[in-house]
């Protein structure tokens, strides 16, 4: 969206707060390296651990998509794609596969810090420790996992800490937006085309 200049045609708000149900208590996530070590939900260990699982998924995602490292970046996580070749070794032969082995090694088996990642940076439905449906499995592969990732932390700190928006007159506004954008560079619309189909052959 930022980089087809969408926010320049549309209203939104910012989500300022991501929340985490654990024991029964409502507590924020931390999502950058400063509001991690101040948290107050997390131990010390938890905090080191979730340091280390975001580094190590995004070092993977820059590797995975070929995402060259840049130290002038304000994003903390492009900085530095340093990651352990025995690892990026595994997720290569694993990507297709269920993703909750992997992120179990890569968070030491932190039951907690699992599931903060599945539910407010993967965005899941459903309890990874928990039996995941085989008709959804392929939306938790390793690959896809990590490209989750990616998306979620390169899009922290553009607009607010978090990445998420709220359109404020609804989410009509969205192709709204893209139809501005393109209506700039000439684009034609065909509104309620017809399709005919000639003749369907088995090959």
Known sequence: ?????MDKYMDFRVVSNILFLHDGKLQKVP???GTI????????????????TLHTMMSLHSHHREIESDVNSTNEFDKDHET????????????????????????????????????????????LTSKVPEH???DYTVE??????????RSCGIYAETPY????????????AYSRIASIFGTVFILHPRVELQSIAKQ
Do not use: T
């Not at 070590?37 to 280390?52: G, Y």
């Not at 990507?95 to 407010?120: G, H, R, S, T, W």
């Open 144 to 153: 896809s996992m990590v490209d989750r990732f990616g998306r979620f932390v």
């Open 37 to 52: 070590f101040e948290s107050k939900a997390l131990s010390l260990f938890e905090k080191r651990q979730l340091l280390k």
């Open 165 to 176: 928006l709220y359109v404020d007159n609804g989410i009509g506004d969205i192709p709204q």
């Open 1 to 5: 969206m930022k980089d087809a200049d």
């Open 84 to 127: 352990d070749e025995a690892l990026l070794a595994e997720f290569k032969a694993s990507k297709d596969q269920f993703c909750l082995p992997f992120l179990k090694k890569v968070c030491n088996n932190n039951e907690k810090i699992i599931k903060m990642l599945a539910y407010v940076i993967l965005g899941y439905g459903y309890d």
């Open 31 to 33: 999502l950058s390296k």
């Open 136 to 138: 959804a499995r392929h």
